[in-house]
Structures are given as structure tokens and as C-alpha cells.
């Protein structure tokens, strides 16, 4: 028979069959079986036992329960859900075992604890249905009261997680080894795998017009969104499930649109190094050279606007002449960088107000900024029919509300409420009454302990309290000879002896009375405005926006004046026209002395649509290469760009293939990952992307590499429905003569300047083409032995006789979409990739292929060597 609050343990556990539970025990929370087994191994507490009567001994593990937002997160990051229980009636009134019950239940994509989330960062909890070629996404940040839903190609899907880094992942059941796949390229997010039934259409259709409280969801779009609608309301059971309060915590919903933002994929994302580096720094990240925001909320949502910029003309440009306003008057915008500075991140109050973890302190906060916004709206009305004025009228203080808070909260409250110094005197006569009492107790006690000095003759004897024993007289060892008979002993310590009276017991009476019921109105008065904060949700979200917004235009604005940015001229044209570009990131980094070295660049997809890029590692080619990415970039966001002037055609997608990785544990080599990138490239770009190509084909033998980038660049020159603007950085000299024969393919070189043996790099991109990589010189200058360096010297002439190719580029067959440049071993080569169909193929029947041909290859060479011989 188990103990009965082992029984009521069980009780509980069962209705949270797999979660964590964290169980409430008076001063600590308490975990038992499996989930004591599984928090001393993620959390490294102490695996002890308990005893369960005459079941025997269980597995306990525990921790302080102040200490509670610390374990939450560490569960949480760890993928783990936890169930929070708690005591609901005080132990002392408890008839029996205490009543508890599950008060939360927190995930990596619900969690409130601020030692998880990211002041500058969006913490997403997002949902996903597929349908044949679409999918349904849903994705929400109860913590700043955001929620989305909307349909999308399945082809975007990737690049639209890996803009949000979403911390939870819902999914279908049966969908859950797909989600696994995609999650690898978005490692910090947890998988939250559920039954079809929680996405069917009927309950997510009742679920949401339930949440919404509307009739039907037409007015949202969604009637016709059958994915978008089965994955919200899918979301929303999920935080149901585990947040009392989720109507309030998301009361509204907005559809995206696919075909507005600039997709960038994760592989982009992280080549770029847009908000990561690989090496861990943050100031090497673009997010970090641009941020100049003085606001929580703004800095989330710079992060968002980085991540996904727009493609539609209008609103870029709306963007720009915003920036554009406040970068012709620096006045204002220092003006409103300190108003801003002194804002709170109302978004994270709410959602606090809205799951009763708010303090008084936050609606000081609400009423602070509030203040500020006639201060805003003045400096803003400098400005009056520029885009501002949207703005501006947004930011209105709601004066009542204000108000309201100035009248019931102190300035400078306590962090908590109930301790009766959070209300403001002569709000309340009930609760001044009451303070009145509580004065008069300590001025009582005060008077009654020198009172008692003085009878007792005991010049040390003092008047203090615990919650155990209450008020007390406390009197020393050396003096208990004096002791009045009228004291009775309390409690006994090494050096001294604890003693009441019965006035003492009155006054303690009048004064834990007095403090229960202060206590009780005033968490009373702290409830009332709490909800009536509440109710003007909506209107102090709408304000919360409009500063995040203000707070990135003043930003910008900044960022341009500091680092001499000028507004880029964007169309709906074909060209990609930079002169005198700066790298964003990288002129931070380089010292003073060096200096940024400044570069053109003109691509068009009509004329000029490939540059070929030959130099030396070292030179600047994968710089210039990612200068120009983040250029546009910077631009469709709606930013001033680093560069002397620019004009850019709107991009609808950017591609990067930079570097060489394996994944070893996937079974992917460097080779096929830099092929399978390359494939997703032919497969999806358009004549709007920009494609940026590093050194495609290193990863194997020579002319194989060489192979395939000539093929790979004939490809996007003479298929028009992925003939993008491209750069296409080099080793592979020969590709030169592709500018020959090609008529929008043109070469470009990174200059290098010569003194006998050595090389200096000048960071310069000219016309025209290079026969050299000076690669014996990089191998110098990064400090091989001069005994190596002199044999490579004396290795290279024979090698590089040796290996010039003897043949004639063969021209393109007009039936054949691969092309060799050398002369075909055999045509069963030719047919075996003909009758390939590629959009069936997954990497490990890809690289099965690949060994297939190969054996078909060497098949014929060795034939051929049989025959001569």
C-alpha cells in the first residue's frame, strides 16, 4: 500500500503520462520513478530513495523551491515538457494531505523563464502539416503575443523555420521522422511529436473560431487555407494543453503570404553568417554590425527583419524613405534614441500581466512608457506628412491608464506584491487603516521593549519575531536571574531563553491580523488592475509594435550616418549595379591601418548575368562574393547599404555555396553535401535570384571539379528558368574561356601585385581573367618550412606541363542537359545519366549512382588498357 501522498502522486503523474513533474513539497519540489531518475541525470541532482510503506523504497530527487525558474530551464533546453505542482491551500489550514495540482506545464516553446528567454530574440513555438506539394505553418511567441498561421510550397518550408528558429516543433505523429530530418539544420529546436486526430480540420476549424470567438474564420482567410488552419489549431491545443490563460495569451491571428519575403535557406543563413558565426563571435555576425536599437522588442524584431527580407517594391521603398527621413535630421534621431532607451519591453509585460507572473514593478513600466509617448509624438511631428506620421499616431497614450497606475502603484514598488507597500497611500482608507494599525504596533513594541528594560533592569533585552514562534522577548543567559514571573518561556537557545507575555500576545494578535488582511486587499486592489490592463491588451500591444518599429528606423537611420550607408535605388529590374561596396562586417573587423579595400560590381541578367572570379586564396574572393549578398540584403530589408551608390533589381531568392563541410553523421561526404547543394541551386533558383558559387567542385579530383563547374555555369547560362545573376569565385582557370563562348558570361580577377617571389594581395577586383592561383605563396606567408615551399617551387613546372588538357571543349548536344569536357569513355556513361530522373533521388541513392558510374568508367579504361597492351 503506498503512502497517501505517494498516492496522490501517482494520481497526478497519470493525467501527465509524458511530462516531467515537478511535485511541491513544502519548501522544495520533489520528483519520483523515472522522472527522479531522469532529473539526476539532465539537472545533476542527488538520486536518493523514499520510503513508500510497504512497497518499498522509490527513487527521489529534489531541489529548493526558489530555485524553481532555474531547473524549468535547463529541462526545457534539454527537450524535456515539465508539469508544475504545486500546494494549493496553506499546510497549516490543510485537513489531511494538502491539495495540489498541476498550476502549468512548460516546454522549450511555453516557457516564461527568463533565464531562457532571449531579450533580443523571439522565443517561436510553430506547427506544421504537410499536404502534397504545400504544408501549413503556424508559428506563435506567447511571450510577445504573436501568432501567424499561413500556407507555403513544401520548398520554402526549410528557409521559413530557419527564420524563425523556432524552439518547439509540432508535428503529426506519422510526420515525425520527416521533422527529424528538417530539424537538422535547425539543432536548437525541440520536436513535439502529436496524434493525427489534434490536426484534424473539423477540431482545428471549432478550436479556432472558439478561440477567436467569431462565427466562422472566413474574415481571416482561412476557409480556403485547409493546411494553415489544421496546423493553428493544432498550436493552439498544444498551448491549451498546458496554459490555462492561452486565449489571452494570443488574442488574434494573422495569415502570411508566401511570395513577400527573400528566401534565404539555412545553408544561406549560416554562409552568410547573418546572425551566427562559425566561430562563435557575435560581433562577426551582420546582425551585429547593424543593431543600434535601444529596445528589447526592437532588437527581436531587426533580428526578424534580417531574416526575412521583403521582395515587394512598396514596401521596401516605404522602408527606405522612412530611414532616409531620419538620416537627413540627426538632431531628432539622438532625440529619439534616448526617449526610446527609456521604454520597456511592453510585448513581455503583457504576457506576464496575462499569466499572472507580473510584479507592480511591471506596471510602473507600462506607465513610464506611456508617459514618454507625448515626448515621442512631439519630436515625431518635426516630421509631419513624412512616413512617419503612421507612427506617430500609434504611439498615443492612453492617459487613463496612466493614470490609473500613477494612483494605485508607488513609484518604486517591492517585487512582489502582498507585502503592503505596493499601494499608494490614499488609494485605499481600508488598506491606510490598516498600515495605521501596523505603525501603531511597531511604535507599541518599540515603547514596550524599553519599558521592559527598564522594569527588568536588563539593558540588552529585546522584542523580535519568527514565523514559528511569533513575537518574543529575548533575554541572555547572563540575565535570566531577573526574569519577571508574569514572562512564560517560549524556547530555549544556547544563549539565551525566548519568552512572551500577554500583551505581547495581544499586540501580536492586532498585528498578524491587521497584515493578513492588508495582505489579502492588497493583492485584492493588484488583481483589479490587472485586469483592467488587460482589457486594454490590444491597444498597448499596437503601441508596443509601433516602438519596436520606431526604435529599428532610428536605428537604421544611426547605422547609415556612422558607417557613411547610402539608399540604394530598387527596382524591378534585372541589374545589380554597386559601386565602391564595402563589406558590412568585415570593415568593422579590419584595423584602421589596413583599411576596407572598396569594390564595383555590375551584374545583369540580360547582359552581364555570370562573372567567373579567379585569384589567389587569401585575395578577397569569398569577401567580394558575400559583400554582394549582403548588400541586397541589407537593401530589401529596407536598409541604407555600404557602398558609394547602388541599384538592385528585386531578388527573389539567394543561394550561397560556400565552403566545404561533411556531415559524417548523416553518411554524406563533403562532396555529395557540396553536390546536393548545388542540385537544390538548378532546381529552385529563377532568373531573379542571386546565386553566389565559392569554389564548386574542389571537393574531388581535378577534372572531375573542373567537369562539373563548366557544366554547372553552362547550365545556368543557357536554362532560362534559373538563368539568375551568379558569381562564381574559382580555381578552375580554364572556365575562363567559358567568357569566350558564352555570351553573358564575363571574367573578373582579384589583383595581386608581383615582387620576384613574392605577392602582395590588393583586394582589388579588375576585368579579366588570371593563369594563376600563387597558391606555393599563400603556403609562405602561412608559415610552411621554407625546405617545403622551395620543393613545391621546383615540383610545379613538371606538374604543370603534365596536366593540360589535350582535347577541345565538345559543344553542347541540343537533346542533352550534361556535358563532359573530354571525350566520353563511353556512351553506357551517357545513358546511365539520361535516364536519370533527379527529383527522385535522395542523397544515398545519389551517391549510389555515383559509384555506379564510376564503375562503368573504370570498366571501360581498363578495357581500353587491355586493348593496347
Known amino acids: 500500500m503506498s503512502t497517501p501522498m505517494l498516492k496522490q502522486y501517482s494520481e497526478i503523474k497519470s493525467q501527465y503520462p509524458d511530462v516531467v513533474l515537478f511535485y511541491r513539497m513544502g519548501d522544495f519540489y520533489e520528483l519520483f520513478y523515472d522522472d527522479a531518475k531522469t532529473a539526476s541525470d539532465v539537472l545533476g541532482l542527488t538520486l536518493t530513495k523514499r520510503n513508500n510503506g510497504a512497497n518499498g523504497d522509490v527513487p527521489l530527487a529534489g531541489f529548493p523551491h526558489h530555485q524553481l525558474e532555474n531547473y524549468l530551464s535547463k529541462m526545457t533546453r534539454a527537450g524535456y515538457r515539465v508539469a508544475v505542482c504545486d500546494q494549493l491551500e496553506d499546510p497549516k489550514q490543510a485537513k489531511g494531505i494538502v491539495k495540489r495540482g498541476v498550476t502549468e506545464v512548460v516546454s522549450a516553446g511555453t516557457?516564461?523563464?527568463?533565464?531562457?528567454?532571449?531579450?533580443?530574440?523571439?522565443?517561436?513555438?510553430?506547427?506544421?502539416?504537410?499536404?502534397?506539394?504545400?504544408?501549413?505553418?503556424?508559428?506563435?511567441?506567447?511571450?510577445?503575443?504573436?501568432?501567424?498561421?499561413?500556407?507555403?510550397?513544401?520548398?520554402?518550408?526549410?528557409?521559413?523555420?530557419?527564420?524563425?528558429?523556432?524552439?518547439?516543433?509540432?508535428?503529426?505523429?506519422?510526420?515525425?521522422?520527416?521533422?527529424?530530418?528538417?530539424?537538422?539544420?535547425?539543432?536548437?529546436?525541440?520536436?513535439?511529436?502529436?496524434?493525427?486526430?489534434?490536426?484534424?480540420?473539423?477540431?482545428?476549424?471549432?478550436?479556432?473560431?472558439?478561440?477567436?470567438?467569431?462565427?466562422?474564420l472566413k474574415g481571416?482567410?482561412?476557409?480556403?487555407?485547409?493546411?494553415?488552419?489544421?496546423?493553428?489549431?493544432?498550436?493552439?491545443?498544444?498551448?491549451?494543453?498546458?496554459?490555462?490563460?492561452?486565449?489571452?495569451?494570443?488574442?488574434?491571428?494573422?495569415?502570411?503570404?508566401?511570395?513577400?519575403?527573400?528566401?534565404?535557406?539555412?545553408?544561406?543563413?549560416?554562409?552568410?553568417?547573418?546572425?551566427?558565426?562559425?566561430?562563435?563571435?557575435?560581433?562577426?555576425?551582420?546582425?551585429?554590425?547593424?543593431?543600434?536599437?535601444?529596445?528589447?522588442?526592437?532588437?527581436?524584431?531587426?533580428?526578424?527583419?534580417?531574416?526575412?527580407?521583403?521582395?515587394?517594391?512598396?514596401?521596401?521603398?516605404?522602408?527606405?524613405?522612412?530611414?532616409?527621413?531620419?538620416?537627413?535630421?540627426?538632431?531628432?534621431v539622438g532625440i529619439l534614441t534616448e526617449q526610446l532607451r527609456e521604454t520597456s519591453d511592453l510585448q513581455r509585460v503583457l504576457s506576464r500581466l496575462t499569466t499572472r507572473r507580473a510584479s507592480p514593478r511591471d506596471a510602473v513600466a507600462i506607465r513610464s512608457t506611456?508617459?514618454?509617448?507625448?515626448?515621442?509624438?512631439?519630436?515625431?511631428?518635426?516630421?509631419?506628412?513624412?512616413?512617419?506620421?503612421?507612427?506617430?499616431?500609434?504611439?498615443?497614450?492612453?492617459?487613463?491608464?496612466?493614470g490609473l497606475i500613477a494612483s494605485i502603484i508607488v513609484d518604486d514598488p517591492p517585487a512582489i506584491i502582498g507585502e503592503g507597500r505596493a499601494i499608494r497611500a490614499g488609494y485605499s482608507e481600508e488598506l491606510d487603516d490598516l498600515r495605521t494599525i501596523g505603525t501603531r504596533a511597531r511604535t507599541w513594541m518599540q515603547e514596550h521593549q524599553n519599558h521592559e528594560r527598564g522594569r527588568t533592569g536588563i539593558p540588552s533585552l529585546k522584542i523580535g519575531y519568527n514565523r514559528v514562534f511569533g513575537y518574543y522577548i529575548e533575554i541572555t543567559n547572563a540575565h535570566k536571574d531577573r526574569v519577571p514571573a508574569d514572562y512564560i518561556r517560549k524556547q530555549t537557545l544556547t544563549g539565551s531563553e525566548r519568552y512572551v507575555t500577554p500583551d505581547l500576545k495581544v499586540w501580536e494578535e492586532k498585528i498578524l491580523h491587521a497584515e493578513e488582511k492588508l495582505e489579502r486587499l492588497e493583492e485584492e486592489i493588484w488583481e483589479s488592475l490587472r485586469t483592467e490592463l488587460l482589457s486594454r491588451g490590444p491597444e498597448l500591444t499596437k503601441i508596443a509594435r509601433?516602438?519596436?518599429e520606431l526604435d529599428i528606423f532610428v536605428s537604421l537611420a544611426t547605422l547609415a550616418r556612422e558607417q557613411r550607408y547610402v539608399r540604394p535605388i530598387v527596382?524591378?529590374?534585372?541589374?545589380?549595379?554597386?559601386?565602391?561596396?564595402?563589406?558590412?562586417?568585415?570593415?568593422?573587423?579590419?584595423?584602421?591601418?589596413?583599411?576596407?579595400i572598396a569594390n564595383d560590381l555590375e551584374l545583369d541578367t540580360a547582359t552581364n548575368q555570370i562573372m567567373i572570379l579567379t585569384g589567389p586564396n587569401m585575395s578577397g574572393k569569398s569577401t567580394y562574393l558575400r559583400q554582394a549578398a549582403l548588400i541586397v540584403l541589407m537593401a530589401q530589408m529596407g536598409s541604407f547599404v555600404p557602398a558609394d551608390f547602388a541599384e538592385i533589381g528585386i531578388v527573389d531568392r539567394i543561394f550561397?555555396?560556400?565552403?566545404?563541410?561533411?556531415?559524417?553523421?548523416?553518411?554524406?561526404?563533403?562532396?555529395?553535401?557540396?553536390?546536393?547543394?548545388?542540385?537544390?541551386?538548378?532546381?529552385?533558383?529563377?532568373?531573379?535570384?542571386?546565386?553566389?558559387?565559392?569554389?564548386?567542385?574542389?571537393?574531388?579530383?581535378?577534372?572531375?571539379?573542373?567537369?562539373?563547374?563548366w557544366a554547372i555555369t553552362e547550365y545556368l547560362h543557357d536554362h532560362s528558368e534559373v538563368a539568375g545573376k551568379t558569381l562564381f569565385a574559382t580555381h578552375y582557370h580554364e572556365?575562363?574561356?567559358?567568357?569566350?563562348?558564352?555570351?553573358?558570361?564575363?571574367?573578373?580577377?582579384?589583383?595581386?601585385?608581383?615582387?620576384?617571389?613574392?605577392?602582395?594581395?590588393?583586394?582589388?577586383?579588375?576585368?579579366?581573367?588570371?593563369?594563376?592561383?600563387?597558391?606555393?605563396?599563400?603556403?609562405?606567408?602561412?608559415?610552411?618550412?621554407?625546405?617545403?615551399?622551395?620543393?613545391?617551387?621546383?615540383?610545379?613546372?613538371?606538374?604543370?606541363?603534365?596536366v593540360k588538357p589535350q582535347a577541345e571543349i565538345p559543344p553542347q548536344k541540343p537533346t542533352k542537359l550534361q556535358l563532359t569536357l573530354f571525350e566520353s569513355d563511353t556512351q553506357r556513361v551517357v545513358d546511365a545519366l539520361q535516364n536519370l530522373n533527379l527529383d527522385d533521388l535522395t542523397p544515398r541513392t545519389a551517391l549510389d549512382k555515383l559509384y555506379e558510374i564510376k564503375g562503368l568508367v573504370n570498366g571501360s579504361r581498363s578495357a581500353k588498357s587491355a586493348k593496347k597492351s
Request: hydrophobic letters at 40%.
Open 111 to 216: 516557457t516564461f523563464s527568463g533565464s531562457q528567454l532571449d531579450d533580443q530574440k523571439n522565443n517561436y513555438l510553430a506547427a506544421v502539416t504537410w499536404q502534397e506539394e504545400t504544408c501549413g505553418l503556424a508559428y506563435a511567441d506567447i511571450t510577445a503575443q504573436e501568432f501567424f498561421t499561413g500556407i507555403l510550397p513544401q520548398s520554402e518550408l526549410v528557409a521559413r523555420l530557419a527564420a524563425l528558429e523556432p524552439a518547439e516543433l509540432i508535428v503529426e505523429l506519422e510526420n515525425e521522422e520527416l521533422a527529424k530530418e528538417l530539424l537538422e539544420l535547425i539543432p536548437s529546436c525541440s520536436l513535439t511529436p502529436l496524434p493525427k486526430w489534434q490536426f484534424a480540420a473539423d477540431g482545428a476549424d471549432r478550436t479556432l473560431r472558439t478561440h477567436l470567438n467569431v462565427a466562422n
Open 220 to 332: 481571416y482567410g482561412l476557409s480556403d487555407m485547409l493546411p494553415a488552419m489544421q496546423s493553428a489549431g493544432a498550436l493552439l491545443n498544444y498551448l491549451r494543453s498546458q496554459q490555462k490563460d492561452a486565449q489571452a495569451l494570443l488574442p488574434d491571428l494573422r495569415v502570411f503570404t508566401t511570395g513577400r519575403e527573400l528566401i534565404l535557406d539555412s545553408s544561406t543563413r549560416r554562409n552568410l553568417e547573418l546572425v551566427e558565426s562559425p566561430s562563435g563571435r557575435r560581433d562577426a555576425t551582420l546582425l551585429f554590425a547593424m543593431d543600434r536599437t535601444r529596445t528589447a522588442a526592437g532588437g527581436r524584431l531587426l533580428r526578424r527583419w534580417l531574416l526575412a527580407p521583403l521582395t515587394d517594391l512598396t514596401d521596401i521603398n516605404l522602408r527606405l524613405s522612412t530611414v532616409e527621413t531620419l538620416v537627413s535630421d540627426p538632431q531628432t
Open 370 to 402: 506611456l508617459e514618454k509617448l507625448p515626448l515621442i509624438q512631439k519630436t515625431l511631428a518635426k516630421h509631419t506628412g513624412s512616413p512617419l506620421d503612421r507612427l506617430s499616431v500609434e504611439l498615443t497614450e492612453l492617459k487613463e491608464i496612466s
Open 546 to 548: 509601433a516602438i519596436a
Open 571 to 596: 527596382n524591378d529590374g534585372t541589374k545589380l549595379a554597386v559601386k565602391q561596396g564595402r563589406h558590412p562586417v568585415v570593415e568593422r573587423l579590419v584595423s584602421q591601418a589596413t583599411g576596407f
Open 656 to 709: 550561397t555555396r560556400i565552403g566545404a563541410g561533411d556531415n559524417l553523421a548523416g553518411g554524406e561526404s563533403t562532396f555529395l553535401v557540396e553536390m546536393s547543394e548545388v542540385a537544390n541551386i538548378l532546381r529552385s533558383a529563377t532568373p531573379r535570384s542571386l546565386m553566389i558559387l565559392d569554389e564548386v567542385g574542389r571537393g574531388t579530383s581535378t577534372y572531375d571539379g573542373l567537369s562539373l563547374a
Open 735 to 802: 572556365l575562363n574561356k567559358m567568357a569566350t563562348l558564352f555570351p553573358r558570361i564575363f571574367n573578373a580577377r582579384v589583383d595581386v601585385e608581383e615582387w620576384g617571389d613574392r605577392i602582395v594581395f590588393l583586394h582589388r577586383i579588375s576585368s579579366g581573367e588570371t593563369d594563376r592561383s600563387y597558391g606555393i605563396e599563400v603556403a609562405r606567408l602561412a608559415g610552411l618550412p621554407q625546405s617545403v615551399v622551395a620543393r613545391a617551387r621546383e615540383l610545379l613546372p613538371g606538374w604543370e606541363e603534365s
